[in-house]
């Protein structure tokens, strides 16, 4: 059953100050609806695109957007920033409204775009309780009758009858959310919750949300951690300058996410020869899966190298060395001794274990040279030959969802000893 | 947050669309959240006074020292008459009904500029900010009047002061009643404006002083004659002020034709206002 339906949702912004042009603007506007014509100021109207200085003074934050979330599916809206997700949740919340088009809904909404709206800090964390929860929706006797599990669950029950501008921060949040949390729509929508809030605040919170889904309701949930919208969401929409370029499972919209939005690719054809060597592709992947493929750090690397021999060829080294994007490095690794290769062979392939690398983009620097009589000779020297992406991983939900520090995550052995 | 104004066939409960009509508000979900207006009032009574000394005492004071300037300026050294009523009685109660309107005007005229961190992340009828602050002003009110009350009695016990209450006095409610449509009418009015421009609200802190000097409430009514008296007879508070020093002091007259007038201009500005209001309130987002 479908509980949201969005039909033909523009929304239109308007650029720069608002100051006495928009008098100007708003008498024409008025006047041309008097003479039942039509906007003016709708024909003009840019695109949503960061890039383009545009002279237009309007801009279309959301054009043309079509999708439908049935009941129980969590829906993932990602999109890089400023491409309409905080329009498109605002709009659904009710705090603005749209331009053109319509969305139905079935069932009572509440949003979450932010913890503890209406917080008053002269309050106390009680009476808190009873005025953020009304401002979500609830009745006094509803939150009267769950009083006491959001207390429990804030964690803050020494401090209730203390004004809550004598909270630290954590305590703040947490109070707020278990506010939030005590809510009970047909459909939730959340915004950037998990960006503030320490591990065990994530964690609550991710749990949560994944509790109210299991329960048949309806989750709309934006963020740019894609851990958290690969672990929690069962669909996803990708919003692109206002436009949604791909609905599906969230997989494949997490894919284009990253697909469509970086320069980086896995797999980079070439055509070098030297000395009848003939390299002509290079790619990284995961094992068991096609170059197309996102890498995910917690299974096996592959950088694999194509090529076609006319002779044997003995003594070559290959080295690789990985960069962050600024070009910082991170790695340099020299195969084990000389490698030789002969004529019916067309690949080789070098393969880093499940786990070592970090979520991050590298950039690779590949180094193929010969050993010889004559001493080294270099095959193939090429700074930046690739890049690629290692994405996250799905994670358990409970876990802490934010990115690791540093560029490699091994796991390493743990020894007991006795001495 | 259901609204059962939208196509049943299909079950959908609520449809989001750019345009209302003229004049939908929705006073069905405005009455379900009537827990949410009454904690607002809550809110704003108890955040005002926490860690001040006097405490709601201060309700007190403001009225007296007002009414004490008053009484020096206009009485003792303009020597302004007050048609035989005692002076201290005559401004108190002109000023303990002017802060009534004067509050529920100026606090909801600036409803969305105050509020956008709010209404700007959820989503609850958006009239339940100013409807909660005429009610706040009202408990203001009635404590002020309490004031009154207990100030006359010392005046008409120890100073000798006159009064006459007449029965016309139970029409104090609806007295009430119209500055609160009147006020809040206008502050809605204004609070739409003021979203795309502010210069009002700064126009409108000083014309709200004006108009007190323009209605009569440091001089009666029968102080001003020819062209001025008439001018004053078009501010349609002139019948509030009149009729309740009428019912308590026995001066001027009753004033029905004047309180019909005020109540098709309160009404009349009300509706107007909740039009204007609402037409802001779906987009004022984007702008403020």
Redesign the interface.
């Known amino acids: 059953m479908e509980v949201i339906?969005v039909e033909n949702l523009y929304k239109q912004?308007?650029l720069g100050q608002?100051t006495t042009g928009?008098?100007a603007h708003?008498f024409n506007r008025w006047w041309q609806t008097v003479r039942g014509k039509e906007d003016p100021y709708e024909k003009i109207t840019g695109l949503n695109n960061r890039e383009d200085s545009g002279s237009n003074d309007y801009v279309w934050a959301l054009q043309d957007i079509n999708f439908s979330v049935k009941q129980g599916e969590v829906l993932g809206i990602i999109g890089r920033n400023g491409a309409g997700k905080s329009t498109l949740l605002?709009?659904?919340?009710?705090?603005?409204?749209?331009?053109?088009?319509?969305?139905?809904?079935?069932?009572?909404?509440?949003?979450l775009?932010?913890v503890g709206?209406?917080f008053?800090p002269?309050?106390t964390g009680r009476?808190n309780i009873?005025?953020n929860g009304?401002?979500?929706?609830m009745?006094?006797s509803e939150i009267r009758s769950k009083f006491d599990e959001i207390v429990a669950f804030s964690g803050v029950e020494k401090y209730i009858d203390t004004?809550v501008k004598r909270y630290s921060s954590g305590m703040y949040v947490r109070l707020a959310f278990a506010v939030a949390a005590h809510l009970e729509p047909e459909i939730l929508i959340v915004d950037e919750v998990l960006a503030v809030g320490d591990a065990e605040f994530q964690k609550k919170c991710l749990g949560k949300m994944k509790d109210v889904s299991g329960e048949g309701r309806t989750v709309l949930f934006v963020s740019h951690n894609m851990a958290a919208v690969k672990s929690l969401c069962t669909k996803g929409i990708l919003l692109q300058n206002g436009k949604v370029i791909i609905e599906g499972a969230i997989d494949s919209v997490v894919k284009k996410y990253y697909g469509g939005e970086r320069d980086s690719f896995n797999y980079r054809l070439c055509n070098y020869e030297v000395d009848g060597f003939h390299l002509y592709s290079v790619g990284v992947k995961n094992s068991n899966k096609a170059f197309d493929d996102e890498i995910i750090r917690d299974r096996e690397i592959i950088i694999e190298f194509n090529y076609k021999l006319e002779k044997d060829i003995n003594g070559l080294y290959f080295n690789i060395k990985l960069k962050d994007e600024e070009g910082s490095f991170i790695l340099t690794t020299l195969s084990l001794g000389e490698i030789n290769i002969d004529i019916d062979s067309n690949c080789i392939k070098m393969v880093i274990p499940a786990g070592f690398f970090n979520e991050g983009t590298f950039n690779l620097d590949l180094l193929v040279i010969q050993k010889n009589e004559n001493g080294y000779k270099s095959y193939i020297q090429e700074p930046d030959f690739l890049s690629f992406d290692v994405l996250p991983e799905e994670r358990p939900l409970g876990t802490w969802m934010g990115k690791e520090l540093g560029f490699l995550r091994h796991t390493f052995e743990w020894k007991k000893l006795l001495k | 947050?259901?609204h059962d104004n939208?196509?049943k066939n299909?079950?959908?409960?609520?449809?989001?669309?750019?345009k209302r009509s003229l004049l939908d508000v929705n006073l069905k979900e405005l009455w379900?959240?009537r827990?949410?207006i009454?904690?607002?009032v809550?809110?704003d009574f108890?955040?005002v006074y926490?860690?001040t000394v006097l405490g709601p005492l201060w309700l007190f004071i403001q009225p007296l020292f007002t009414t004490i300037t008053f009484y020096f300026v206009f009485s003792k050294i303009a020597k302004i008459p007050t048609d035989n009523v005692d002076p201290i009685l005559f401004y108190l109660s002109g000023i303990t009904l002017w802060n009534y309107f004067s509050d529920c005007f100026s606090k909801t005229s600036n409803t969305f500029v105050a509020n956008a961190?709010?209404?700007?992340?959820?989503?609850?009828p958006r009239l339940a900010t100013p409807i909660s602050i005429v009610i706040s002003s009202l408990i203001k009110l009635g404590i002020q009047v309490l004031l009154f009350a207990g100030i006359a009695l010392y005046r008409v016990y120890f100073h000798g002061a006159q009064i006459s209450i007449n029965e016309t006095i139970l029409f104090l409610p609806i007295l009430i009643i119209l500055m609160a449509i009147m006020g809040l009418g206008l502050g809605i009015i204004f609070s739409a404006l003021t979203t795309?421009?502010r210069d009002l609200s700064f126009l409108l802190t000083f014309g709200i002083q004006l108009l007190m000097y323009a209605t009569p409430i440091i001089y009666p009514l029968s102080y001003t004659s020819g062209k001025l008296n008439k001018i004053l007879s078009y501010n349609p508070l002139t019948p509030i002020i009149e009729n309740f020093r009428y019912a308590f002091f026995g001066i001027g007259q009753l004033d029905i034709q004047g309180l019909i007038y005020t109540s098709v201009f309160s009404i009349t500005v009300l509706i107007l206002g909740v039009i204007i209001f609402n037409r802001v309130e779906?987009?004022f987002?984007?702008?403020v």
């Open positions: 339906k912004y308007r608002v928009s008098i708003d605002k709009i659904l919340s009710k705090v603005t409204s749209p331009t053109k088009g319509n969305i139905k809904i079935k069932g009572r909404i509440a949003s775009l932010e709206t209406g008053h002269e309050l009476e009873f005025l009304a401002i979500l929706g009745t006094k004004p | 947050m259901l939208t196509n299909e079950g959908w409960t609520e449809v989001i669309e750019p379900r959240y827990d949410l009454m904690l607002f809550r809110r108890v955040s926490k860690q961190g709010i209404f700007g992340k959820v989503y609850f795309k421009y779906k987009n987002m984007d702008t």
